[in-house]
């Protein structure tokens, strides 16, 4: 979108206006020396609780799901803009943002993945949640209820009640399989990369010392990060999934065992 484009779209709001045209501008003269990153991962595995994490901190920008849908634009493009220059003055040493692996979902093989493989100085954060279960049945619930995140700010009225859902025993299969697939395709497409593994878990049980992990990596010095998301499902395995009882059966003497353990 050019700068009079900008200035057309804003008539109604020239407060937004202004500065979206000044930071246009003051981009031009920016600088681009900044640590580029990447948060790679699967839906319901944390993704936005670190993106506000990393959002808090005064030297790191994250952005979210930029690829989930291309809607026709060129991919080219939309890295470009995410990775352009910074204005001085907001003083960015890292900026990068979420990719999921089956991104984007309108057009998968336009070619972004071999763009950010091609990458040398490209850093990725490897997001993972080491109890798929938890994954799978996040997403579930997320789906039914179309509520992907929950801030502690927002009125009671504004949140969904926790639900149970239930399962097949090839549904749960098919979803531990793929995502493990998905996990070591990741690490094999970045290989060659400076790459940090991340887990779900790791954020929300000892969120300090993961987050300082993160921002070293990162080439930023620490901050005590911060986020006004909140935990969406709270209740435990057995209370969400009605099946559970036949499901931890059925997966008793798999690897998927541990799944189930709560």
């Known amino acids: 979108m050019t700068i009079i484009e900008k200035l057309r779209k804003g008539i109604n709001n020239p407060q937004k206006a202004f500065s979206a045209v000044s930071y246009t501008l003051l981009s031009m003269v920016g600088k681009n ?38 809607n026709g634009k060129n991919y080219k493009t939309v890295l470009a803009k995410a990775f352009s220059k910074q204005p001085y003055y907001i003083k960015i040493k890292a900026k990068g943002f979420k990719i999921f692996y089956y991104h984007p979902q309108d057009n998968n093989s336009c070619g972004v993945w071999e763009e950010l493989q091609s990458m040398s100085d490209l850093y990725v954060i490897h997001l993972k949640r080491k109890n798929i279960l938890r994954t799978l049945l996040s997403r579930k619930v997320a789906g039914i209820q179309d509520v992907w995140s929950v801030r502690s700010d927002q009125p009671s009225s504004a949140r969904r009640k926790e639900i149970s859902v239930s399962f097949t025993v090839d549904e749960l299969r098919k979803g531990f399989k793929q995502t493990i697939e998905w996990e070591k ?56 999934i009605r099946n559970y009882d036949e499901l931890k059966s059925a997966f008793a003497d798999t690897e998927w065992a541990p799944f189930f353990e709560e």
């Open 33 to 70: 020396d900044y640590r580029r990153f990447i948060v790679l991962s699967r839906s319901r595995t944390g993704s936005n609780l670190l993106i506000s994490l990393l959002n808090s901190h005064p030297h790191i920008a994250a952005e979210g799901e930029i690829f989930g849908k291309l």
């Open 185 to 240: 395709d990741g690490d094999s497409k970045f290989q060659n990369h400076p790459l940090l593994s991340v887990s779900y878990e790791d954020l929300a049980n000892d969120l300090s010392n993961t987050f300082r992990k993160v921002t070293k990596f990162l080439g930023v010095q620490f901050a005590e990060p911060k986020t006004r998301l909140k935990k969406q499902n709270t209740g435990t395995l057995r209370e969400m």
